[in-house]
Nanobody
Framework: QVQLVESGGGLVQAGGSLRLSCAAS????????MGWHRRAPGKQREFIAQ???????NYVDTVKGRFTISRDNAKNTVYLQMNSLKPEDTAVYYC???????????WGQGTQVTVSS
């Protein structure tokens, strides 16, 4: 497993932007598929986006065109650029790593994102 620490959450008005960062420990970061998930109040955690070690990306439909996942393997960091934020994007956002087991098996502690209308 790897240790993951998210940062960059906060309060923003609708239409605004935030960039989340996730710093990972361990020398195998470059080999991991990294992802972002979120849990909105009263809802289950949902997948948002992932990026493979080669840089291929996938997004849930609700954030396509607004969110961008990227990674900097030299810094062991993955990012989530969030634009055109909506109140329904309010959630705790979690960084996760798939270390080769076929599923996301390492998780950060989460960072709160609140979008006001």
């Amino acid at each position: 497993q790897v240790q993951l620490v998210e940062s960059g959450g906060g309060l923003v008005q609708a239409g605004g932007s935030l960039r989340l960062s996730c710093a990972a420990s361990g020398s195998t970061f470059g080999a991991n598929t990294m992802g972002w998930h979120r849990r909105a109040p009263g809802k289950q955690r949902e997948f948002i986006a992932q990026i493979s070690r080669s840089g291929s990306t996938n997004y849930v439909d609700t954030v396509k065109g607004r969110f961008t996942i990227s990674r900097d393997n030299a810094k062991n960091t993955v990012y989530l650029q969030m634009n055109s934020l909506k109140p329904e994007d309010t959630a705790v956002y979690y960084c996760a790593a798939n270390t080769g087991r076929g599923y996301f098996d390492s998780w950060g502690q989460g960072t709160q994102v609140t979008v006001s209308s």
